[in-house]
C-alpha cells in the first residue's frame, strides 16, 4: 500500500472516471489535488516500521511501531496495528486539498470571466 504505484493507479482510475466533466472549471485539479492528499494523509499517518522485543524480566514479546510523524503503536504478542487512523487521516486530508483546490479554482475563474457585452440603447 505504500509503494509508489498505489497513489499512481488510484489517480489514474480516478481521471478515467472523471474525464467526462474535465471541461468544467477546477474538476480535474481538484480531483489530482484528493488523490495527493489521501496519498499524503495515509503516508504521513501509517506504521512504517515495527520492532518486537522481548526481555528476561518480561518474557512478553512487545511490539512498537512507528510513523513519519513519530506516532507510536504498541502492544504485546503477534500485534499488527490497524490501518484505520491512516485510513481516516488520508481522507480527510484529500478532503481539505480537494475543498482548498475547489475554492482556488472557482476563485481564479471569476477573476478570468470576461465582463457581460454593453446592452445596446
Not at 35 to 62: K, M, Q, R
Amino acid at each position: 500500500m505504500l509503494s509508489i504505484g498505489f497513489p499512481f493507479l488510484l489517480l489514474g482510475i480516478w481521471l478515467a472516471v472523471v474525464s467526462k466533466r474535465r471541461h468544467e472549471t477546477g474538476v480535474v485539479a481538484t480531483e489530482v489535488a484528493a488523490i495527493f492528499g489521501f496519498a499524503l494523509g495515509y503516508i504521513l499517518v501509517a506504521p512504517i516500521t515495527c520492532s518486537t522485543s522481548a526481555n528476561s524480566v518480561d518474557p512478553v514479546e512487545h511490539t512498537v511501531c512507528s510513523n513519519i510523524l513519530g506516532i507510536d503503536y504498541s502492544g504485546t504478542g503477534l500485534y499488527n496495528p490497524s490501518l484505520a487512523p491512516a485510513l481516516l487521516a488520508g481522507l480527510v486530508t484529500a478532503f481539505v486539498f480537494a475543498s482548498a483546490t475547489r475554492w482556488i479554482a472557482r476563485r481564479i475563474a471569476t477573476r478570468h470571466t470576461p465582463p457581460p457585452p454593453p446592452v445596446p440603447a
